[in-house]
């Protein structure tokens, strides 16, 4: 999970309960969730592209599976959905997906605007089901700017140009306009992930077709590892991370490409030829 939930944890000393990755299983399922949930459970988080592969959780399995087991336990444990890196893209290229506020036990997304938001970094946005899930006593209210102002933000001051950034892009692009470029992204990512599939060296974790991010591995780390791949990579000018997956999965190491807006079919061409 990405950090950000680490922290979280940390700071409001809520016990998190963490499912491990499995090697051939990367996303959480909804049997492993319901295994950890209990009278104190607070929330059910489900990540729509995850950081390691880009896959997206089965979030409507998980979401019907956690509405039985309410139902079965009297409970009422609900759905927040991480779609930082997802939030951008399902809508528009997966719209039948439902992974939103269609699913009436999800009470909270976020989404990060800096990913496939097309801003440049430092805004995130955060999306209630309704007024009843964000309490009160979280809100604080200001009345320096000219009239009462609430507000809920947890990081302090900050600028408010990928805010102007952001509200550009909604207007300049529409819906047809991000339609068209997670479109082209995606066909990029996949494409790539599989004419990299058949240099016949790799073993692809992920397809880029979920979110236009996908994960590999060397079938042959005898002579050389992903970590000398990514570095001899970098020499070239790219920036291909490796890295191992979390505990349990840790001897499964990968390179991954995240395809971003500008990364055009002749830079594909490119990468692969490097590679």
């Known amino acids: 999970v990405q950090v950000v939930w680490e922290k979280f944890c940390r700071y409001w000393e809520v016990e998190p309960r963490y ?158 306009g991000y339609a068209r470029i997670m479109q082209t992204l995606q066909e990029t990512a996949t494409e790539l992930a599989e004419r990299i599939e058949k240099l016949g060296h790799f073993e692809l974790l992920s397809r880029g077709d979920t979110i236009p991010v996908f994960a590999f591995r060397l079938k042959d780390t005898s002579r050389y590892s992903v970590y000398d791949v990514s570095e001899r990579l970098r020499v070239r000018g790219w920036q291909v991370p490796a890295y191992t997956m979390p505990p349990e999965a840790e001897s499964v190491a990968v390179l991954r490409i995240v395809v971003r807006e500008g990364f055009s079919r002749d830079m594909a061409d490119l990468l692969l030829d490097d590679l």
């Open 19 to 176: 499912i491990p990755m499995r090697e051939g299983r990367y996303v959480i399922t909804p049997e492993e969730v319901t295994s950890r949930v209990d009278e104190n459970t607070i929330g059910v988080v489900a990540i729509l592209g995850t950081t390691f592969t880009g896959e997206f959780d089965p979030i409507q399995a998980i979401h019907d599976t956690v509405l039985a087991y309410n139902a079965a336990h009297g409970l009422a444990v609900p759905l927040h959905i991480d779609a930082a890196s997802g939030g951008f893209v399902a809508p528009f290229i997966h719209p039948e997906l439902r992974w939103d506020f269609r699913l009436p036990n999800v009470v909270s997304i976020n989404t990060s605007g800096h990913k496939y938001g097309l801003v440049y970094p430092g805004v995130g946005w955060v999306l209630w089901r309704d007024r009843k899930h964000l309490p009160d006593d979280l809100v604080f209210h200001v009345n320096y700017l000219g009239g009462d102002m609430p507000t809920f933000t947890l990081n302090f001051s900050r600028p408010g140009n990928q805010v102007i950034g952001q509200y550009y892009n909604f207007l300049r692009l529409g819906h047809a």
